[in-house]
């Protein structure tokens, strides 16, 4: 029997081939966003040459973690938390590539758009965001360098970095404790215990995240030759 998407919160897909974000665009009044840097990106169709990193950097830096429920007087942001991963990444691979790194840095980008839902509501929202998500990670990567699909073992790896930095904040930001990240949250990753997480305002944030990809953007061009 052929497989066919759900309903998209009550809007019918016409084909069974049809995906819920291409669903969700014959009903949406308008499906692109108008950037600071004067790009215009269709969100259920992105093109990479309507994504800048500046963009990307601003979107990331005022976008937090938790739904902004963390400690301190600012919140933990998406780009902070891409650049913990890169360095998780660094520490489970050692030897990794620049280009793996940009993948890790990366691997949320796409949130500079569709913001950080939380599990919760990514459950509720279901296979709309995901397809859309998708598409602009694909477009994200290949604008900068990447494949459109990571590698399984990178994509495999990246996951646990990912998970070992939401641990580490869940215990150090979020209010959850060891356990909880166990029972309730269901990572199977140990929090880090020898990194102290500090929230930075915005314009920090968004500063260390342009400066670590200007540094893995040269380290990919000395790589590739």
């Not at 974000?21 to 692109?32: M, Q, V």
């Not at 694909?138 to 990246?158: E, N, S, T, W």
């Not at 990240?181 to 140990?190: A, G, M, Q, S």
């Not at 305002?201 to 995240?209: I, Q, W």
Request: glycine content about 4%; aromatic content about 4%; charged content about 25%.
């Amino acid at each position: 029997m052929r497989k066919t998407n759900p309903p998209v919160h009550g809007i019918k897909m016409k084909k069974p081939s049809m995906t819920p974000a291409k669903a969700l665009a014959e009903h949406a009044p308008r499906t692109w966003q108008r950037m600071l840097s004067g790009r215009r990106l269709n969100l259920i169709d992105p093109s990479p040459l309507d994504i800048e990193i500046e963009d990307i950097a601003l979107g990331l830096a005022r976008n937090t973690r938790w739904n902004g429920q963390t400690k301190g007087p600012h919140g933990w942001s998406v780009a902070q938390h891409s650049d913990l991963v890169v360095e998780i990444v660094r520490r489970l691979k050692p030897r990794a590539t620049a280009r793996l790194l940009m993948a890790a840095k990366l691997h949320d980008a796409a949130e500079y758009v569709t913001h950080d839902l939380i599990t919760p509501l990514k459950a509720v929202v279901g296979d709309v965001f995901r397809d859309v998500e998708q598409h602009l990670t694909r477009a994200i990567y290949l604008r900068f360098g990447l494949p459109a699909v990571l590698a399984p073992a990178d994509k495999l790896l990246i996951k646990r970095a990912d998970h070992i930095a939401a641990a580490t904040e869940a215990v150090q930001l979020a209010g959850f404790s060891a356990a909880e990240c166990r029972t309730v949250l269901n990572f199977k990753e140990v929090p880090l215990k020898d990194v102290t997480l500090r929230p930075v305002p915005v314009a920090e944030a968004e500063r260390l995240f342009l400066e670590g990809f200007r540094v893995l953007e040269k380290a990919m061009v000395l790589q590739g030759r």
